[in-house]
């Protein structure tokens, strides 16, 4: 399974860092040539299929995190779901890391959903996916021994 964690330093990517206290702006992940990820402008975020242009002006880090058969399986049917069914974007979820008391609007913020299809996909660890964010996501992808495969300058 391929994920790819942006930092942008867009005023978008800026306030993101900000409400969720991390390095990284972004968190997608890479099928088949297209990336699954929220997306849209900002008041219309779902999740959806989308590719890496829209990216400008960021750095993209790649990572490979290996999986069996099934659990590759069962993370893509999740993160095909998200986009197919249109997700909406978590925005409660990113202010819940300042205002603990925003949780859920009922969709998911980028590595929320990430680390959720791994969950689904039969992953066990105690993190909650409206707790990681894009820099968390990458440190337990890491500790699940995901390697860095690339860095692309968009």
């Known amino acids: 399974m391929i994920y790819v964690a ?10 993101i860092k900000f409400f969720t206290r991390s390095t990284l702006s972004h968190i997608a992940i890479l099928t088949d040539d297209k990336l699954i990820e929220p997306w849209g402008n900002l008041f219309d975020i ?5 590719k890496f242009s829209y990216h400008k002006n960021s750095t993209a880090y790649i990572y490979e995190l290996k999986l069996s058969e099934e659990q590759e399986s069962l993370a893509k049917r ?6 197919e ?4 974007y978590n925005y409660f979820g990113v202010i ?3 205002i603990p008391a925003f949780i859920s609007n009922g969709g998911y913020f980028c590595s929320e959903g990430a680390w959720d299809g791994l969950k689904f996909a039969g ?9 990681v964010n ?11 021994g995901a390697k860095l495969i690339g860095v692309k300058h968009l």
């Not at 942006?6 to 306030?15: E, H, M, Q, R, Y």
């Not at 999740?78 to 986009?83: H, I, K």
């Open 78 to 83: 999740f993160y095909t779901w998200l986009a």
């Open 85 to 88: 069914t249109e997700m909406p």
């Open 123 to 131: 992953i066990k660890n105690e993190a909650k996916g409206y707790q």
């Open 6 to 15: 942006f930092d942008s330093n867009t005023f978008i990517g800026k306030a």
């Open 46 to 50: 779902h999740w959806r299929f989308s």
């Open 134 to 144: 894009p820099e968390i996501f990458v440190s337990l992808i890491q500790g699940l």
């Open 96 to 98: 819940g890391f300042i």
